[in-house]
């Protein structure tokens, strides 16, 4: 393996666009809200894991997630990342049942989120956090990061207590987004109680599938329910290759037209850009969080567009310079490896 | 368009390979079930819809379901489908509450299926249902359906009652399967009560997503709780290209070994072959079943292996003619179509 460096010397900039950090406040409501009755069993298998197991893996990752100075920086040297832009780590203020607390730690976190990006304005970006249980403030707090902080882009992981975006009570804050031109990404969360059943019986529920389903789901949702219909110019962002969407594509195409003409179901109406895909390849953008594959990716590239596929890491999740050092060597022009791993990032975040 | 013609003047025959057929047998104990109470919710809105509704495409599929003769022949003939390889419609018997009508209803299809074949050997070739609910009798009904009827593989369509093929309660099921060298085609079912929660609530349960996500999810559990380990030559077909398995192969590997390295979960123990993609590409076969779209289909030939992808339409479900004459027209060598459309099939259920 060729050493990995810093500053562009292969033609272009490493840009990883879905990098989590955390703040003590979150720990610290999330430590309160595992104690209370009728916990969320996705955020008590997830989480609890993370907080409390002592293999090195949960260690490593927590004592990452914390620091957003000089070990944060080293990691990124030693694995050619020029740019972090940082998000508050999964499943963040959604799991909390308190919303004003909930609302105040995403406030805090964008607070030390800008603190960090002024600190380091050449290494670090970030997104903005907001606590959508409370969707007035919500708006409002995407409104300020974005105005008073510089933070261009929302972070929302995922089901906000079991509801999704998608139902008019979050109105406000798509909106904001909307207004702020400011992308939301939407991070995976553990799937919610009335879903997680069999993968949490199987061990299935993590980052390795019921994040990418619970996800895909919800991105899928936005689509068929019409919010790219009342909100155009909304962006949404999905990691992980896509969710996987951009390979169901042409079955999510058929079987929702299918769908639709025998009005299966009621509140299922026609899209004003009829086709699934059409909202795929103009509402969203996608990285390859988690997946430094090359087959996906360029599949991704060829039925998305090259324009829409950015390049993520996912730190410090997972964050082996062998995967850098693979995705750099991927039989890619040099073109369309500079679009992936810098011009479409400095783009969607406004760098 | 090129007129689509039987006889293989293309070069390669058609064997069409995930194509339903319904008993009257089933849909009266269908009808039943729908009226009993606590009905499972994924039935009531999949049959509940296909059974009752006045629409066009739920009358098509009903009547196309029931026929085993001049209908069907003439449907295929039209499509240039040389074969169908036939199995009994989801979710078939596997919501039936009462095992031993189950049973009996899986093995009156059985005949049927078989009698269908006898008449017409060149055109239908079949694979037995059965109804693990009573495991003991699924597995003397795979037997006779191998030994006596010549039905050379099984079909199961996904979970059996909410409960899943790696409970220990199923081994006979698969020791018969494996004994008989019979693959089990790993039908889709709609998402289990404590699984379908959102996923109905936007009216995304049925083939246009919930199908793939429980599906997909059955093989994963499979792999993962080592039912390969324990029945090694046990062989599982997927639909549907794969159940979209093939795109999420890397992040399975990496997030399932880091589970296992983690000791996340106590019940999940090391894999003989290590990585959950060495089962997907020795102990699954993939047909493209709802997705005749070339990209996805050389995605999978290309990271799972191309003497593992098979042809299949979803008649009645999904059979437009477009769909047969996009494939033949796929920009791949003749020998790789061949592979595709007819000897991977041949071989797989020993035609």
């Known amino acids: 393996m060729t050493e990995l460096k810093t500053g562009g010397s292969q033609g272009y900039l490493r840009i990883a666009t879905e990098e989590a950090f955390s703040t003590p406040e979150l720990i610290e409501a999330w430590r309160e809200e595992l104690e209370l009755p009728d916990v969320d069993p996705g955020f008590q298998s997830l989480i609890g894991f993370y907080i409390n197991h002592p293999a090195e893996r949960p260690k490593f990752i927590y004592d990452r997630l914390a620091d957003l100075g000089e070990t944060r920086l080293a990691d990124m040297d030693a694995r050619g990342i020029d740019r972090q832009i940082l998000a508050l780590t999964s499943p963040a203020t959604n799991v909390l049942r308190d919303a ?39 708006a409002k707090e995407i409104e300020r990061a974005v105005t008073k902080l510089g933070l261009n882009a929302v972070v929302i992981n995922s089901h906000i207590l079991g509801e999704y975006l998608d139902n008019p009570k979050f109105s406000e804050v798509l909106e904001a987004a909307e207004a702020m031109d400011a992308p939301i990404y939407l991070h995976p969360n553990t799937p919610p109680r009335n879903m997680i059943g069999p993968m949490l019986e199987a061990g299935l529920d993590g980052a390795v599938f019921g994040f990418g389903v619970e996800t895909g789901m919800h991105a899928l949702r936005l689509i068929t ?127």
């Open 225 to 351: 329910s019409g919010v790219f219909d009342r909100f155009p110019r909304l962006q949404v962002i999905i990691g992980h290759m896509g969710e996987a969407l951009p390979f169901w594509m042409y079955r999510l195409d058929f079987m929702h037209q299918a769908g639709i003409r025998a009005n299966r179901y009621e509140f299922l109406k026609p899209l004003k850009k009829e086709k699934v895909s059409n909202y795929l390849k103009e509402n969203f953008y996608m990285t390859n969080s988690g997946v430094a594959w090359e087959p996906a990716i360029k599949f991704t590239q060829d039925v998305i567009g090259k324009d829409r596929v950015l390049y993520a890491m996912d730190y410090p999740y997972q964050c082996p310079a062998e995967e850098v050092a693979k995705l750099d060597a991927m039989d890619m022009s040099l073109e369309d490896k500079k679009m992936f791993f810098q011009t479409n990032a400095e783009r969607v975040f406004k760098l």
């Open 100 to 138: 004003d607390r909930a609302t105040m730690i995403a406030e805090t976190a964008n607070d030390r989120l800008a603190e960090a990006c002024r600190a380091h304005p050449d290494r670090f970006s970030g997104m903005a956090a907001c606590a959508p249980q409370d969707p007035r403030r919500a």
